[in-house]
Nanobody, 120 residues
Framework: QVQLVESGGGLVQAGGSLRLSCAAS????????MGWYRQAPGKERESVAT???????NYADSVKGRFTISGDNGKNTVNLQMNSLKPEDTAVYYC??????????????WGQGTQVTVSS
């Protein structure tokens, strides 16, 4: 099994900053990609930022220039630095990892989610 443990999040005023961290552990052969997704009340889960093991990064248009994703392959961790936060960034943020546990089995794992609330 693979576990993703998230930390960070909380309540912040608009314009403030927060940092989310996620650590993967368990039966991991390799991690092909990690990322952050979010889901606001009444909305579908959406991709915020992803990073591959090769270093390719993608951001949602709504967070470009404000959020920065970084990863450490050796530690199986991924971070999301969120600056200039807006009320519309309020959501539950989920860590995701595409993990190979064997040479023939790859699966997408999710963290439990962490609440980010931005007050106006």
């Amino acid at each position: 099994q693979v576990q993703l443990v998230e930390s960070g999040g909380g309540l912040v005023q608009a314009g403030g900053s927060l940092r989310l961290s996620c650590a993967a552990s368990g039966r991991i052969l390799s991690i092909d990609a990690m990322g952050w997704y979010r889901q606001a009340p009444g909305k579908e889960r959406e991709s915020v930022a992803t990073i591959t093991s090769g270093g390719s990064i993608n951001y949602a248009d709504s967070v470009k220039g404000r959020f920065t994703i970084s990863g450490d392959n050796g530690k199986n961790t991924v971070n999301l630095q969120m600056n200039s936060l807006k009320p519309e960034d309020t959501a539950v943020y989920y860590c995701n990892a595409l993990v190979s546990t064997t040479t023939t089995w790859r699966y997408s794992y999710w963290g439990q989610g962490t609440q980010v609330t931005v007050s106006s």
